[in-house]
């Protein structure tokens, strides 16, 4: 069974800071890995994403993402956070070699970014 | 407009009714799915398909129904609703891209 943890509830930062969100995964195969942001009463939309290659993916509105896969990290990752990056952001993972190509969620991390 | 749309966007309804939440996409893709977001649970998904009149269930089915009979409708139907079934509910499709999420309905059953 495949598997993401996002260990933090909430994440504080003040405007301008570095913004890092954690996340991890448990997947048989190799992991295709997701991240998206939701704002509220809004879907889910997608950030960026590690399928294969280099290991620093980077995504919208100045994300990247760096996939560990001795650590089974894919932590999100913005150099200088600005108060409109306050959302709800969610890891996924799916495997490669998943039935039905099924994408499971962490249980996600809100992001505060205090001007 | 492209995209995918979900209505209701609000919906109360009562212990023990039936009630459909409905999902349209117009990309075509093949892919859909159902998920309920609820705090604590993160997303966990109900009910996805593959395709027109192929559907499978996710990781929390009981008590909800789906059909796919036109590849851009996947309606989501709760037989008998229960107060544990209030919750978000999103609706997904995707082929070889990321998922693409619509806007969700809000199901409160009293």
């Known amino acids: 069974a495949q598997s993401v943890a996002q260990p933090e509830d909430q994440v504080n930062v003040a405007e301008g800071n570095p913004l890092t969100v954690k996340c991890t995964y448990s997947?048989?195969?190799?992991?295709?890995l997701f991240w998206y942001v939701q704002y509220p009463n809004r879907g889910l939309q997608f950030l960026l994403k590690y399928i294969t290659g280099d290991n620093l993916v980077k995504g919208s509105y100045g994300f990247e993402a760096e996939f560990n896969k001795s650590q089974t990290s894919f932590h999100l990752k913005k150099p200088s956070a600005l108060v409109s990056d306050s959302a709800l952001y969610f890891c996924a993972v799916r495997s490669n070699k998943a039935a039905g190509n099924k994408l499971t969620f962490g249980g996600g991390t809100r992001v505060l970014v205090k001007p | 407009d492209a995209g995918i749309t979900q209505s209701p966007r609000y919906k109360i309804t009562e212990t023990g009714r039936q009630v459909t939440l409905m999902c349209h996409q117009t990309?075509?893709?093949?892919?859909m799915f159902w998920y309920r977001q609820d705090l604590g649970h993160g997303l966990r998904l109900i009910y996805y398909s593959a395709a027109a009149d192929i559907t499978d269930k996710g990781e929390v089915p009981d008590g909800y129904v789906v059909s796919r009979s036109k590849t851009e409708n996947f309606p989501l139907t709760l037989e008998s609703a229960t107060r544990s079934q209030t919750s978000v509910y999103f609706c997904?499709?995707?082929?070889?891209?990321?998922?693409?999420f619509g806007n969700g309905t809000r199901l409160t059953v009293t």
């Open positions: 997904a499709s995707r082929d070889n891209s990321p998922l693409h």
């Open positions: 990309w075509s893709h093949s892919y």
């Open positions: 997947v048989s195969g190799n992991p295709y």
